[in-house]
């Protein structure tokens, strides 16, 4: 891509409601793992394979030259090196800008602080004059923020992904 094109270029990086209500450093780890791919893509850098889901060697390098480091010596055989970390190092650099850590909270209201939380409806059928009938249902949806692979469970759970490690968080409806 040339230069040009770059500076002409609107550029979005898109992250779900889910994925903001979590702790500071994981949101920067994410905003700037997504970074990095931005850079691979202006400098031609292939920095995955397999349709955008294996992060290759090529992906590893450039984490490491930005601040990540990976806390297992082996590359995911699904995803590759698609899990660095950020270092104490470039935690302490965030630190030393002035950041409002609060635009990165949700400013929403959320199924947690609502009394029939995690109650959605399902059309059961139809009624006299066409009224539909709702059946409520129980069921929480979790999400991993890593790979996004969904669980469903009937009550609130302590879910860790088996594949990249991290913790599941509930998914909005």
Not at 84 to 101: G, H, L, Q, V, Y
Not at 146 to 156: D, F, I, M, N
Request: hydrophobic share 30%; net charge neutral.
């Amino acid at each position: 891509m040339s230069e040009e094109c770059f500076n002409t270029a609107t550029v979005t990086v898109k992250d779900t409601a889910e994925f903001l209500n979590i702790e500071f450093y994981e949101t920067m780890d994410t905003m700037l793992h997504e970074m990095i791919h931005l850079y691979c893509k202006v400098k031609g850098i292939q920095d995955t394979s397999r349709n955008g889901s294996y992060h290759n060697k090529r992906f590893k390098e450039e984490c490491l030259k930005r601040g990540f480091y990976y806390p297992d010596p082996d590359p995911d055989s699904k995803i590759g090196w698609a899990y660095p970390k950020i270092t104490e190092e470039t935690k302490r650099i965030m630190d030393a800008f002035s950041i409002n850590r609060s635009v990165f909270q949700i400013a929403r209201k959320t199924f947690q602080s609502t009394p029939d939380r995690n109650e959605s409806e399902e059309n059961e059928g139809t009624g006299p004059r066409g009224s539909s009938r709702r059946k409520k249902t129980h069921i929480i949806k979790w999400v991993c923020p890593g790979c996004l692979a969904p669980v469903r469970s009937s009550k609130t759970v302590n879910i860790i992904c088996g594949d990249c490690k991290e913790v599941f968080v509930e998914a909005s409806v």
